[in-house]
C-alpha cells in the first residue's frame, strides 16, 4: 500500500522544526503505533485520532497502521499534530488524494467526536513556514483569526476531520459541532487590540513629579529601576503606567511578543499591538512562575512574557530570595536557558525590571520613622532579601514620599503619559542614530568600553571619586554614565556634562 504524507512543525520554546508524518497501512494484526520520540500526549493521539476519523465516517483498516514522524532523533510534544497524524492515515488508505497535501502543513488537536479543537503556539509556526517557503497551512477554525496576522498565506481553517475529507475531495458522514458562543467574536476582539490601552495616564497620578522624572529616564535608556516609599505613595500607579510612556515596538518585536503570547495561549487577549508587555507576578510566584519550568521541556514564566516589556515586581523583599536571584543571569544576558529531563529550552527575556518596595514591614518607616513599630532587625531582615548582587543591577533607587496635598481639578494637571512619550521617543532616537554601528537600541545596551572611551574625562573623573568612596561598584559606575547619557540624550545634548553624571550617580543610591 502506498505511504500517506503530510508536513506538521514541532516547537523547542519558540524555534520551529518541520515535521514530516508518514504512515504506512501494512498487513498484520490490528495495530496503530507513532513512531519518532513522541512524548505521552503524542502517544495518546492513536486513541483520539482513531475515534475522530470513525466519527467521520472512516472505515478504521483491521491491520497495522504506523506512523512515523522525521526527524526521528528529535523529541515530538503535545497534541497539535493529530490532524497531520489523521490526514496521513486517511492519504495512506486512499481516502484522501496524496497530492493535495503535498507541501501543506497540517495542525490541530482532534477530539473524540472528531472536532478539531485549538492550539498554542501557531503564530511562531506560521513565521517559520514562512520562512521556509511553505505557504499553505490547515489549521483549527478556531486558530483562524490569529492564522491572518501573517501576510501572504493561504490558510484553511477546519472544524471537523470529516471536514478536512471533503475539502480534500474525499466523502464523510459526520456532525459540524457547535462553536462556542464567543468563537464569533474572537476576531473583532483581536483587531481591536491594538485600539485598547491596557495602562492608565501619568496625569492621573497625583503629585510625585519627581518620581515621574525618574520613570521618564528609566524608559529612555532602557534602565531598571526601585521604588521605595509607605503603602499608598503610589509606587503600584505609577509602575502601571511605564507602558505608556515607552516607546511603540517595531514590527519585528511585536511579532516576537506577539509569538510569546502564541506559545502561551494569550494571543487573542492582546493581539498584535506596539504597546509594550508588563507583567505583574504576585509576591508568592515560585521560581519556576517566575522563570519558566514544568516537566519534559520548560514553559515560559512571567520574565519571558515581559520580553521587551516591563516585569514589575511589587512588594520586591516579599519574593523568595532564591526566585530573586534567579533574574540575575537573564538581567544580563537577556535570555533564560532552562534544561530539563527532554532537553534545553532557550527563551528570550530582555526585560526592563521595576520593583516596589516598602522601606519596612510595617511601611512606616520613612522621614523622622515615629510611625514605626518594627526593630532594626526586622528591617533588615526585610530588605536582605534584596541582595548587593541584585541591587547592584538596579540603575535606578528611587525613593517614593507620601503624598502630602490633594490636587483640585482645577489646579494645573501633570504632564500626559503622551507627552512625556514624545520625549522618551526623541531620546531613544538619538541613542539609536548615535549606537547604529553597534546594533544597540537604547543608553543601557552600551558596553563599558564605549562609555569609557566616549565619556569627558572630567565626567569621569566624577565617577572615579565615587569609586574611590565605594559608592560605586564597577557596575554601578557604568551604569551611572549610562544614566549620565540618557539624561543629556533627554535635553538634546550630545554627550553628558558633569552635571548629568553627578545626577546619574545620584540616582544609582536610595533618595530621601
Same mark, same amino acid.
Given at each position: ?19 514530516? #508524518? ?12 507513532? %513512531? ?14 482513531? &475515534? ?19 526527524? +526521528?532523533? #528529535? ?8 490532524? +497531520? ?33 485549538? @492550539? ?73 487590540? *491594538? ?46 503606567? %511605564? ?13 516576537? #511578543?506577539?509569538? @510569546?503570547?502564541?506559545?502561551? =495561549? ?13 507583567? +505583574? ?13 514544568? &516537566? ?12 521587551? =516589556?516591563?516585569?514589575?515586581? *511589587?512588594?520586591?523583599?516579599?519574593? &523568595? ?9 537573564? /538581567?544580563? $544576558? ?49 530588605? &536582605?532579601? /534584596? $541582595? ?74 566624577? #565617577? ?12 554601578? +559606575? !557604568? ?9 543629556? !540624550? ?23
Amino acid at each position: 500500500m502506498p505511504i500517506g504524507s503530510t508536513l506538521s512543525v514541532g516547537l523547542i520554546g519558540l524555534k520551529a522544526f518541520i515535521i514530516q #508524518v508518514q504512515a504506512f497501512i501494512s498487513p498484520g494484526l490490528p495495530y496503530f503505533s507513532i %513512531i519518532g520520540l513522541p512524548d505521552t500526549s503524542l502517544s495518546e493521539a492513536r486513541e483520539r485520532v482513531r &475515534s475522530a476519523c470513525q466519527a467521520s465516517g472512516f472505515s478504521w483498516p483491521q491491520t497495522r497502521v504506523t506512523v512515523n514522524m522525521s526527524p +526521528a532523533s #528529535v523529541p515530538k510534544r503535545g497534541s497539535s499534530h493529530d490532524l +497531520a497524524i489523521a490526514a496521513s492515515v486517511l492519504c495512506a488508505s486512499n481516502t484522501i488524494n496524496h497530492s493535495c497535501l503535498e507541501n501543506t502543513i497540517v495542525l490541530g488537536e482532534v477530539n473524540l467526536d472528531g472536532s478539531v479543537l485549538p @492550539i498554542h503556539g501557531l503564530l511562531p509556526i506560521m513565521l517559520h513556514a514562512k520562512e521556509r517557503g511553505i505557504h499553505k497551512l490547515i489549521v483549527p477554525y478556531r486558530n483562524l483569526d490569529e492564522a491572518r496576522m501573517v501576510e501572504d498565506m493561504d490558510v484553511i481553517g477546519v472544524q471537523h476531520v470529516g471536514e478536512l475529507i471533503e475539502l480534500m475531495g474525499g466523502k464523510a458522514t459526520y456532525r459540524m459541532p457547535e462553536l462556542p458562543h464567543n468563537s464569533e467574536d474572537a476576531i473583532e476582539a483581536t483587531s481591536q487590540a *491594538d485600539d485598547v490601552h491596557p495602562c492608565g495616564d501619568m496625569s492621573e497620578v497625583l503629585g510625585q513629579e519627581h518620581a515621574k522624572w525618574a520613570l521618564q529616564i528609566a524608559a529612555a535608556g532602557g534602565h531598571n529601576l526601585i521604588m521605595t516609599g509607605p503603602p499608598g505613595a503610589g509606587k503600584t500607579m505609577l509602575a502601571s503606567r %511605564i507602558p505608556g510612556i515607552m516607546c511603540p515596538l517595531d514590527e519585528a518585536e511585536q511579532l516576537e #511578543v506577539a509569538s @510569546i503570547r502564541s506559545l502561551c =495561549g494569550t494571543l487573542p487577549q492582546y493581539g498584535i499591538t506596539d504597546v509594550p508587555p508588563f507583567e +505583574a507576578p504576585h509576591h508568592t510566584a515560585s521560581t519556576a512562575a517566575l522563570v519558566g519550568g514544568g &516537566s519534559g521541556l520548560a514553559t515560559p514564566g512571567a520574565i519571558t512574557r515581559a520580553h521587551r =516589556g516591563i516585569l514589575f515586581l *511589587d512588594e520586591a523583599p516579599e519574593f &523568595s530570595a532564591r526566585a530573586l536571584q534567579t533574574m540575575r543571569e537573564p /538581567l544580563e $544576558s537577556g535570555y533564560v536557558a532552562l534544561s530539563r529531563s527532554k532537553g534545553s529550552t532557550y527563551y528570550p527575556a530582555a526585560f526592563q525590571l521595576i520593583m516596589a518596595a516598602n522601606p519596612c514591614p510595617c511601611g512606616y518607616y520613612y522621614g523622622t520613622g515615629e510611625r514605626c513599630t518594627c526593630k532594626e532587625r526586622e528591617r533588615m531582615r526585610y530588605f &536582605s532579601r /534584596l $541582595s548587593g548582587p541584585i541591587l547592584d543591577r538596579v540603575d535606578i533607587q528611587l525613593a517614593v514620599p507620601p503624598v502630602s496635598r490633594i490636587v483640585q481639578q482645577s489646579e494645573p494637571q501633570g504632564e500626559s503619559s503622551q507627552t512625556i512619550r514624545a520625549r522618551v521617543i526623541q531620546a531613544r532616537q538619538a541613542a539609536m542614530r548615535r549606537f547604529e554601528q553597534f546594533g544597540w537600541t537604547c543608553n543601557a545596551q552600551a558596553s563599558g568600553k564605549w562609555l569609557h572611551a566616549n565619556t569627558s574625562l572630567k565626567a569621569v573623573e566624577l #565617577v572615579n571619586k565615587a569609586l574611590n568612596n565605594h559608592q560605586l561598584t564597577l557596575r554601578g +559606575a !557604568d551604569r551611572a554614565m549610562r544614566l549620565a547619557w540618557t539624561l543629556a !540624550d533627554l535635553d538634546g545634548r550630545t554627550s553628558p556634562t558633569e552635571q548629568d553624571v553627578h545626577q546619574g550617580i545620584e540616582l544609582r543610591t536610595r533618595m530621601s
